[in-house]
């Protein structure tokens, strides 16, 4: 085996490896726990950066096993599948640490980081799928790891969370199965590649290929929180917060829209989709499912779950710059992929901090919090900014890009569902702003768990892991143009997939 | 004497005796040593097929047919001798745990598994059709005494009724080997597969509806399955396994020798009849496995279930990769099943209750055997990365290749059912415990030879290439 070969694979095992051993620990082998854990993360992202620059410099690295006669178990690490890994392998590491200090003295740790190591080994291999059996492989494995964690806390409201997330996903991944399994049958094989493997059979299977994309977008739909396909993620927020964090901001709908991606650019080719009519029906879906999640949000007065119908809202904004045909919003879709993610993380931190520290958990009880966790605060306030688009935030660089990108594909509808988002994003994101901020500190806290002490507002586990995602937010967008930014690699990413093709 | 196909067989004769001269605590031991003999050479014997890609034959004495006894491997018995021997070999470390000392159920144990499996081994190479009948009496009566060998009223109960059908099922099957001799003089497969013809007369295909029922009935297909629940249900966990995982799959693969053997040319008439009681199996399963109270009785109702699957293959037998994915199949519920029951027995020791719902709580003190229930859920729901996974796509991909979908719906129905009631037992075991119940500490041993048998179930589907292409030449 050469490099090539070997550095996928290292990226798999450098958290498979470290989550079997952590399922074998002790419980109270805090140290050894904590060391396997962060040496899984920090190894990870070297192996990450050691294949981005390969990558960038025109390298190929994959590796592949034959499983049946004719079907492969296959990875490769491509710059989109990069974009997807790094994005997963640094929220890891800050997850990890925010998970080592939110879960301090909790029962059942070697299990909780047992299942998260290998849900990340799932996301890697997601990223990293050659073909669609092997993205399938690992989707599923993402969905059977994921559902220990959120079932975690073992009571009967957590149950209920679990069981309706695995009756979606489990669903879905059904009609994904049937998709695969038609369109290999077809096939022959079903390797990504670029521009798509579909448009070879010709016109008399335009209705065959219809309904394939149909069960394969339903299938990876379910994760990626498609209305009418999201009702699992506001349930599943019952699980600890580093798992919504990780699992709901970034891995798990992740997932679900890299699967969309891969699907429409790598299976149908984007030109082929848009020659069977079914860009148009899948960017409604995305646009009526940005509107639906914004608008159920409002309503939402526990914080994890507004944001998580706010997340099926921003996770839909990838699926509508996959959907519009062109490079731009292409580009505004997959820096989506990264900028979401980063926005979310830290929203989902913070809102873990509150109810770790003081006990809140519902927006109402929200007031004054920014006077006794500004720092937390802060954060909280750069991530919303970006989710609502605000300048000199990530989110502004994604919505900028969609926007000319929707109206380059002529497609003028899109950018005023992207503008009635925003005011619906700052609808329900600048109330608890205002209430953290200006209302008055109440005589007491719901259940105050952590002291402050001096300036310090909660334990530094909890807090650096927001800030420090807060930051990229903002970095995300200040360095924007320069070559090391996920605007960069997107570009790269579209410069790639539309082959022949004017790219900005 | 060097013939790997002769020690097969004589091996687990020789060490049944021992053990039962020796008694269970030294016998436990030369049976492992047995069994582990076994398994090299049931590997040899695969390796050597599977480079081959030519099946072996021996005549015992040098009295070959039609006077003496011929044994004859092709790579289908091969890959069934090597599941046997994988699934014994666990199960036997697993029951010498398990079985307490001074146990009835522990003494007869040993013995009984001897003959069980030489009676197996022998009905997998035997090449002609009343010597099988032989060793189905050998593998139904060791496997009826395992049952009953607890003496309690319900497994004896359970014992008769398993008796009365394994015996009326091979009933049946010798009646039809009589009426094929009676029409062709001879009851060796290799002879008799040219002579029968579609145009064979009426006795003939009433001895081969005969010997297929009887069979199905020994499989316990849908309806025939009523036998199974109390017997699989209610045997030690050790027994229970060895059943659900190779003693129906004997009969079936009897029922898939025949298929491609002497009544090739008229049993396709059947064909979907028998993927009908296929299909009705995995339904009224699994409908019978999410409503159990018991969770061993859950399990049994699975088997009935997953036992479906494998007659879903018949209508598809015209495309190579149908017996394949049977093949995997078998070997993917085989290995998750033991796996499966192995937990279970684990999880009734520990918590003292029998029932489902007395699960609560079980994931904090026995994580091994709840993760090894869960790898083994995995396989007979047919998620990635199992060998059921494998065998479910192999199955959808040789009913789209022909046009049958109705069989892929059923087969893609089934992996739901199959979640719901896997997950039905994970998630009461997630629960809290209720406060103040101790639960038993429970060997080691029994947890981690559970968990082989899963994951062997589960790792097997990265590498089904090998297998596949042993099947391959059959």
Redesign the interface.
């Known amino acids: 085996m050469n490099t090539q070969e070997l550095l996928p694979l290292a990226v798999l095992f450098s958290s498979l490896l470290p989550g079997l051993v952590i ?1 074998a620990l002790p419980e109270s082998w805090i140290a050894v726990r904590t060391t396997l854990n962060l040496f899984g993360a920090i190894a990870k992202l070297g192996l990450v950066f050691l294949l981005l620059a390969g990558v960038h410099a025109g390298g190929s690295y994959g590796v592949r ?5 004719g ?1 492969d ?1 296959a990875l490769k690490a491509d710059a989109l599948g990069l974009l997807f890994i790094t994005l997963s392998a640094i929220l890891w590491l800050f997850t990890t640490l925010y998970a080592i200090g939110y879960l301090e003295g909790a ?2 740790r070697s ?1 909780f980081f047992g299942f998260f190591s290998l849900c990340v080994t799932a996301t890697m291999g997601i990223a990293m799928a050659a073909n669609l059996f092997t993205f ?2 690992f989707y ?2 993402l969905t ?1 790891s994921t ?2 964690l959120v ?1 975690h806390r ?3 409201k957590a ?1 209920k969370g ?2 309706v997330y ?1 009756a979606y996903t ?2 879905g ?2 009609a994904l ?2 998709g695969i ?2 369109l ?2 077809l096939i022959g094989h079903t390797e990504f590649a670029h521009g798509g493997i579909a448009a070879a059979l010709g016109g008399e299977y335009a209705g065959q290929l219809k309904i394939i994309f149909l069960l394969l977008i339903a299938g990876v739909g379910v994760k990626a929180a498609l209305v009418p396909l999201h009702g699992w993620l506001p349930q599943a927020m019952v699980a600890p917060a580093p798992v919504s964090a990780l699992l709901h901001a970034v891995a798990v709908v992740k997932a679900g829209a890299f699967g969309i991606v891969r699907i429409v650019y790598e299976v149908y080719g984007v030109e082929f989709a848009q020659s069977l009519n079914l860009l148009l029906p899948l960017a409604i879906i995305a646009a009526v499912t940005i509107i639906w999640g914004s608008f159920r949000a409002l309503f939402q007065d526990d914080l994890k779950k507004r944001l998580a119908f706010s997340t099926v809202s921003q996770v839909s904004y990838i699926a509508l710059g996959v959907a519009l045909f062109g490079p731009i919003g292409t580009i505004g879709g997959l820096v989506h992929l990264v900028h979401q993610g980063i926005m979310k993380i830290t929203l989902f931190f913070c809102a873990g901090n509150y109810a770790e520290t003081l006990g809140i958990h519902k927006v109402s009880e929200m007031d004054g919090a920014g006077r006794r966790m500004p720092f937390t605060t802060l954060a909280f306030s750069i991530g919303a900014l970006g989710m609502m688009g605000a300048p000199l935030t990530a989110g502004a660089v994604s919505k900028a890009w969609l926007m000319d990108g929707a109206t380059a594909a002529g497609m003028a509808w899109a950018t005023w569902v992207l503008w009635t988002s925003s005011l619906l994003n700052a609808a329900y994101f600048l109330p608890i702003l205002w209430r953290a901020w200006l209302r008055p500190v109440p005589t007491a806290w719901p259940e105050e768990h952590i002291p402050r002490c001096g300036w310090r507002e909660t334990a530094w586990l909890l807090l650096l892991p927001p800030m420090v995602t807060a930051a990229m937010t903002l970095a995300a967008a200040l360095f924007a143009d320069t070559g090391v930014s996920p605007l960069a690699w997107a570009r790269l990413i579209a410069a790639r997939e539309y082959i022949g093709l004017e790219t900005p | 004497m060097t013939d790997p196909l002769i020690w097969l067989i004589v091996l687990p004769l020789a060490w049944a005796t021992l053990a039962f001269a020796l008694g269970p605590g030294r016998g436990a031991w030369v049976a492992m040593a047995g069994l582990l003999a076994q398994l090299w050479l049931a590997f040899a014997l695969a390796q050597k097929i599977g480079a081959g890609g030519a099946a072996l034959s021996h005549a015992v004495g040098g009295w070959g047919a039609p006077l003496g006894i011929d044994l004859a491997v092709d790579g289908l018995s091969a890959a069934m001798l090597l599941l046997t021997q994988c699934v014994a070999l666990p199960l036997a470390v697993y029951a010498r745990s398990y079985f307490k000392t001074g146990d009835p159920a522990g003494v007869w144990f040993w013995p009984l598994l001897g003959f069980l499996i030489a009676g197996l081994n022998a009905l997998f190479v035997s090449a002609d059709l009343f010597n099988i009948y032989v060793t189905l009496e050998l593998v139904g009566l060791a496997a009826v005494a395992l049952v009953a060998a607890g003496g309690g009223a319900q497994q004896v109960a359970a014992a008769l009724r398993y008796l009365f059908a394994t015996l009326l099922g091979s009933g049946a099957y010798l009646l039809g080997v009589a009426l094929l001799y009676g029409a062709y003089g001879t009851v060796s497969i290799a002879t008799l597969t040219p002579l029968v013809t579609g145009e064979a007369p009426r006795l003939v295909w009433i001895a081969g509806i005969l010997m297929v029922s009887g069979l199905m009935l020994k499989t316990a297909l849908f309806p025939f399955h009523f036998w199974l629940p109390p017997a699989h249900g209610g045997a030690p966990a050790p027994v229970s396994a060895l059943l659900s995982a190779l003693v129906v799959k004997a009969s079936f693969y009897l029922i898939l020798r025949l298929w491609l053997g002497p009544l090739q040319p008229l049993l396709p008439v059947f064909a979907w009849g028998m993927a009908l009681l296929g299909a009705a199996a995995i339904f009224w399963g699994s409908w019978q496995a999410i409503r159990a109270v018991k969770l061993k009785r859950l399990i049994a109702y699975s088997t009935v279930a997953q036992l479906g699957y494998l007659f879903l293959i018949f209508p598809l037998l015209a495309n190579p990769a149908a017996l ?1 994915a049977g093949v995997i199949q078998i070997f993917a519920h085989g290995l998750a099943k033991a796996g499966m029951f192995a937990a279970a027995g684990v999880m009734i020791k520990a918590t003292g209750q029998d029932t489902v719902a007395g699960l609560a709580g079980a ?2 003190r026995l ?1 091994v055997t709840l ?1 090894a229930f ?1 790898l083994a859920g ?1 396989t007979l ?1 047919g ?3 199992s060998s059921g ?2 065998a479910k ?2 199955i ?2 040789a009913a ?2 022909q046009g049958y979908w109705i069989i ?1 719906v059923v087969a ?1 129905a089934g ?2 059912l199959a ?1 719901v009631y896997v ?1 039905r037992v ?2 009461q075991a ?3 415990a209720p406060e103040g119940r101790a639960m038993a500490t429970v060997p080691r041993a029994l947890e981690w030879s559970a968990f082989a048998l899963a994951a062997a179930s589960v790792l097997l ?5 090998e297998l ?2 042993l099947v391959g030449g059959a």
């Open positions: 399922f096993f034959e499983v049946l006669p079907l178990l029962p059942h299990r399938f492989v599923e494995l059977l559902f220990p079932v073992g009571t009967d149950m679990g069981t695995l489990l669903i991944g059904t199965l049937t399994v038609w290999h049958h | 394949k994931v904090e994580p993760f869960g995995m729901m998620l990635p990365p996974f494998l796509w192999q959808i991909e789209l290749a892929a893609l992996g739901l979640a997950f994970l998630r997630f629960l809290l589907g990265l590498r089904g290439v596949m292409r």
